[in-house]
């Protein structure tokens, strides 16, 4: 049988791993250690986190490239996303990669979204090397781990060749790895050398026509789009004219402005593009991930990447508010719309649908997070637009009515297991397991309707006092479990427009928990706070302290009013109920019932109630 030839001066590697597992700081060591900065440069931290929200927030939201050379030989490095809702990063991350690097925390082990990245790295046959990082912690049980590891490898039916996985113990911070528990270990050479002995250099054919997948999307204000992807057969040149084969097989010809590959954090300009070589092309007046870039002779195209379905959607709209376009730079929907289907451009796992509803749009996506990030950055860009409640997405199967459950991994002291018990089976959870270290905390597993998780994050961190570890993947769909209560408050909503006031806040606190400060503006409808019992209230936060000459006017600032916790994104999601909007501008988060008029939402809900009693 003839062996495939193979490019062995390049590697192509995946990095996957948890929420901070250390996956970042390790990348930093590997550049700093392949030369990739002459001695004495000032090298940033955590390299590969690009966006302000990734530095912000500690995660990996997008997957990038980057490659260091180690000893002759070119590693690529695809840094992957560890959250479950950028699924889709994780999926056109590991379609340029032949190997990857399974980073895993000595003392946490291995987590859910280690599992969901995993799981996609086995069923695209990748080989796996084992890192088994931070052994430095006092907590670390390394052995344990591995075992856990093992039993995972075994549960995500990894054939033979996957279980015999080398394995590495590392301390990222400090860039060291060993190949075993004993050894001192003085820098990331095992980890290298392991990369090249174990990792196979990418196939190649020269000989073959050239054909190179399309895995993500760049732009650039003097080359237009970019193509990113893998050469997978042939050899191209800068000026070649190529063709592109997109999802409809419709054969469109493009001539190659310019060819660049990465080096270090950057990319070069190169002449010719080899098979296994990650590349950057421009000259495309058009393209989508999972195009297939190819010489004139390829007749077929190559395999598009497959993304998992979307579980949740949620309403975008413009902002229709008394208060709409004085913050935001971006308010028309024909920007909004612009703006969401460049999304869809770059990011797979987004769908985006016109709604019926004038100047709204529903937008799908893998989760509630993913959401929030993408509403983050369209903030940040000056966008001002009002979003509704994230909704699960239900099937229809031989008339059965199926929802999306999650697996859901808790992690907390065990004072707080009934208190989180009890939570979760109102929202409709069953327990799997539950697992006692005898170190004082617990984890816990459920299967829970995804539904069920939406707003429940702010109300576990409350629970468990800030103390707990909440995770979770999608697990598949099952038949609906029955409604429950997404909320047991109510709202206190405005009743006029205005400014806030002390003395009016001072008075409304013991109904509930505010959410404006004295002198925000306000206006009808708009939700200034939590009430404590279920019904909604319409009060004036407007109102102002009537004077007398018994009394003297300067008295009304000696009110100590409890401080307001800011308005989060996420919170804002959580919080509100279908018939409430969450306005969002570059400057502000404010809450809004959908119809403003006190009067109308009277009528409203008065024929709900009378339809309900005469069902």
Partial sequence: MKTQPRNDSIRNIAIIAHVDHGKTTLVDHMFRQ????????????????????????????????????????????????????????????????DGAVLLVDASEGPLPQTRFV?????????????????????????????????????????????????????????????????????DLTPLFETIIAEIPGPACDPEKPFAMLV??????????????????????????????????????????TRLQVYEGLKVVDSETAHPGDIVVISGLD????GDTICSSETTAALKRISVDDPTVAMRFTINTSPLAGREGKYVQSARIRERLFKETLLNVAIRVEESDERDSFVVKGRGEFQMAILIETMRREGFELSV?????????????????????????????????????S????????????????????????????IGYRDEFLTDTKGTGIMNSYFLGYEEYRGDFPSRFTGSIVCDRAGAAVPYAIFNLEPRGRLFVCPGDPVYEGM???????????????????KLTNMRASGKDENVILTPVLPMTLERAIHFIREDELAEVTPLSIRLRKVELSAQKRHVIGGAKKKAKEEA
């Fill in 34 to 97: 392949s030369g990739m900065f002459r001695e004495g440069q000032d090298a940033p931290e955590r390299i590969m986190d690009s966006m302000d929200l990734e530095r912000e927030r500690g995660i990996t939201i997008a997957a990038k490239n980057c490659a260091v050379t180690w000893r002759d030989t070119k590693i690529n490095i695809i840094d992957t996303p560890g959250h479950a809702d950028f699924g889709g990063e994780v999926e056109r991350a590991l379609s340029m990669a």
């Fill in 388 to 424: 509704g409640r994230p909704e699960v997405i239900y099937r229809m199967e031989n008339g059965v009515r199926k929802e999306p459950i999650e697996h859901l991994f808790i992690d907390c002291d065990e004072s707080f297991t009934g208190i989180v018990t009890e939570k979760l």
């Fill in 215 to 256: 895995s993500d999307l760049g732009y650039s204000d003097f080359l237009g789009r970019l193509a990113i992807g893998r050469v997978l057969a042939g050899t191209a040149r800068s000026h070649d004219s190529l063709v592109r084969i997109d999802a409809e097989n419709r054969r469109v010809p493009l001539r190659v």
């Fill in 527 to 545: 939700i200034v706070g939590e009430h404590n019992r279920e019904n909604d209230i319409n009060v004036n936060p407007c109102k102002e302290k």
């Fill in 426 to 453: 109102i929202r409709k959870g069953r327990m799997k397991n539950l697992v006692n270290h005898g170190s004082g905390r617990v984890r816990l597993e459920f299967t829970i309707p995804a539904r069920g998780l």
């Fill in 286 to 289: 058009e393209v989508t991930i």
């Fill in 118 to 186: 995993l799981k996609k790295t086995l069923e695209a046959g990748l080989r796996v090397i084992v890192a088994v990082n931070k052994i430095d912690r006092k907590d670390a049980r390394p052995e344990e781990v591995l075992n856990e590891i093992y039993d995972l490898f075994i549960d995500l039916d990894a054939d033979e060749e996957q279980l015999e996985f080398p394995v590495l113990y590392a301390v990222g911070r400090e860039g060291r790895a060993m190949r075993a528990l004993d050894e001192e270990g003085v």
